[in-house]
């Protein structure tokens, strides 16, 4: 028994240990999870490309339904989203610790918002820019955690979800 307990032990510490982030340069990283917002609960999947050894970009896709009300009419909306964006990571400037990963950045995207026909209300489809500071914690090498707040475009709020090194 007592073997395994420091057989569990040193696993553990392995893979904290050895954990790397943010994703290095030819690198590639799956995201998902979801949002938080005054517009529903949105889902969302993305990948991100190691481009420099502090720089990432990547792309999203998300998606969200949302109940609403226009001149005491109430209303079921869905939200579809595709967005770019690029992220500089803090970790070599800040010098911390591996297993974290900080973040900050702006994305550009096209957002689809679908309403019922007899709709007027002011929800509408089109470009959105916005900016987001987020964090990691990597348990091992290949996944973690991640956070993050945005603002200033149609889905503004924050997500959480994993992250997955491929």
Request: charged share 15%; hydrophobic share 40%; proline share 2%.
């Amino acid at each position: 028994m007592k073997k395994l307990v420091l057989l569990a032990a040193a696993f553990f510490v392995f893979n904290t240990v050895n954990a790397q982030c943010p994703i290095n340069k030819g690198q590639a990283q799956l995201n998902a999870g979801f949002g938080f917002s005054s517009w529903g609960l949105p889902v969302y999947a993305g990948l991100d490309f190691g481009v420099h050894k502090d720089v990432t970009v990547g792309g999203e896709v998300s998606f969200r339904t949302y109940n609403g009300s226009w001149n005491n009419n109430k209303y079921r909306h869905s939200v579809m989203g595709f967005s770019g964006n690029g992220n500089y990571h803090f970790n070599h400037v800040l010098d911390i610790p591996l297993e974290w990963d900080f973040y900050a950045g702006a994305n550009l995207g096209f957002y689809i918002w679908n309403s019922p026909d007899d709709y007027d209300g002011d929800n509408v489809s089109g470009l959105g820019l916005g900016i987001q500071v987020g964090g990691r914690y990597y348990f091992n090498n290949k996944m973690g955690i991640n956070l993050e707040f945005g603002g200033g475009n149609a889905f503004s709020g924050g997500k959480i979800g994993i992250s997955l090194k491929l």
